[in-house]
């Protein structure tokens, strides 16, 4: 079984400020992890993702996250806030040695930007 | 990048009517559609999971009757929720996938609003 854990379903932070979005995983087998943003009514558009090799991984809008085994987290992280960055942001996983691909979603963190 | 478009994405109509939601891969063959449910400031709950040619796989508690899902070609899946009820309004989105396409790519949701 899988599970993902976001810590703080809000977040606010100061243009030019750090981001720093939680993440902690749980998975019984190699994971596949993966950060999303949702703006409101819209669907849902790839941030980043680790499937194998690098543990730090390069997303879209500067964000980037660590996979980091040993913690089983995946914090998503940009040095530098933008106004453009409030959104929802969600991680997830899956495991794609089973064949339907099925992704397993945390609860969402609103991240807020304050001029 | 993949693309995936939904339609409507708005629509409002009277209670005991059926809604259809369209779910388009626009340039990559999706052998996976995926339709979520959302509810207001919630993560997206998995519906079905639906393969190309073949009967849709349903999540846990999510009643088939209710929400008929065919994808009969590699292009198009599409959702009907039947005899809706207020109850039934929710944002849904659509996801699509390809083993040579992965990760998932969603479409932008459909707000279904039952008077």
């Known amino acids: 079984a899988q599970s993902v854990t976001q810590l703080g379903s809000h977040v606010s932070v100061s243009e030019g400020a750090l981001v720093l979005l939680r993440c902690n995983y749980s998975s019984s087998v190699p994971p596949y992890l993966f950060w999303y943003v949702q703006y409101p009514n819209q669907g849902l558009q790839l941030l980043l993702k680790y499937t194998t090799g690098a543990t730090l991984v390069k997303g879209i809008n500067g964000f980037e996250a660590e996979f980091k085994k040993s913690e089983t987290s995946f914090h998503l992280t940009k040095p530098s806030a933008h106004m453009s960055d409030a959104a929802e942001y969600f991680c997830?996983?899956?495991?794609?040695?089973?064949?339907?691909?099925?992704?397993?979603f945390g609860t969402g963190t609103l991240l807020a930007v304050q001029p | 990048g993949a693309v995936v478009s939904q339609h409507p994405s708005w629509v409002i109509c009277k209670s005991g009517t059926s809604v259809k939601i369209e779910c388009r891969s626009l340039?990559?063959?999706?052998?996976?559609m995926f339709w979520y449910r959302q509810f207001p400031k919630q993560s997206l709950m998995l519906m079905a999971t639906s393969n190309e040619g073949s009967k849709a796989t349903y999540e846990q508690g999510v009643e088939k009757d209710k929400f008929l899902i065919n994808h009969a070609s590699l292009t198009l899946s599409t959702l009907t929720v039947t005899s809706a009820h207020p109850e039934d309004s929710s944002f849904y989105i659509c996801?699509?996938?390809?083993?040579?396409?992965?990760?998932?790519?969603f479409g932008d949701g459909t707000r279904l609003s039952i008077l």
């Open positions: 997830a996983v899956t495991s794609y040695g089973g064949a339907t691909n099925k992704l397993i």
């Open positions: 340039d990559f063959q999706a052998t996976t």
């Open positions: 996801s699509a996938s390809s083993p040579s396409n992965q990760p998932q790519h």
